[in-house]
């Protein structure tokens, strides 16, 4: 069974990105200042990503929060102070 998931995903794609992007735009002739900032745009990209879209969470207390939630709950005999 293997437990990879999306963030060791990002964490390959990162060196991945810097060394092979920036090796790639190396040799087809891009300057070296050039394709080593494009190979780190992509990896902060990738970073980006995993921090603020898919944002990483701890699944206790995202279960925790779901199940507690009683905002959404109707009481169907409100309490009367009279």
Known sequence: MTMTGYYDFVLGVIPLALFGVSGALTVVGVGTTISVLVAA???VAFMGHALFVRTPTDRKSA???RTTDHSSRVETNPVRSD
């Open 41 to 43: 745009s992509i990896a």
């Open 63 to 65: 279960e925790t929060d």
